[in-house]
């Protein structure tokens, strides 16, 4: 998994092994409905989603992590995917 200017994302391990970043905004293009994800840490560009890759974009996501797991995304909050996993690289 990679941003859009190619950095990795970091990997989390738990029972499960995923890549993930904390999120600082969501904001979808009007035009196209692409998603585009902003994260917190600064060193990391930005992301931009197919139209509806996150099906489960609420109004709070700032501090929230985006998950990829697969093919799959997610946004899971901060306090429970931190409660989880742990950051191995």
Same mark, same amino acid.
């Given at each position: ?9 970091? &990997? ?9 970043? &904390? ?16 994260? !917190?840490? %600064?060193?990391?560009?930005? $992301?931009? $989603?197919?139209?509806?890759? $996150? ?10 992590? $985006? ?6 995304? !997610?946004?899971?909050? %901060?306090?429970?995917?931190? !409660?989880?996993? &742990?950051?191995?690289?």
């Amino acid at each position: 998994m990679q941003t859009d200017n190619g950095q990795p994302f970091p &990997k989390y391990r738990s029972s499960a092994d995923v890549h993930a970043l &904390k999120i600082q905004s969501i904001t979808v293009n009007p035009d196209n409905g692409q998603e585009i994800v902003t994260f !917190a840490d %600064g060193y990391y560009g930005p $992301l931009t $989603l197919p139209a509806g890759a $996150l099906a489960d974009i609420s109004a709070d996501v700032e501090g929230s992590y $985006l998950v990829a797991e697969g093919p799959d995304w !997610a946004v899971i909050p %901060g306090a429970r995917f931190e !409660a989880h996993f &742990k950051r191995v690289d």
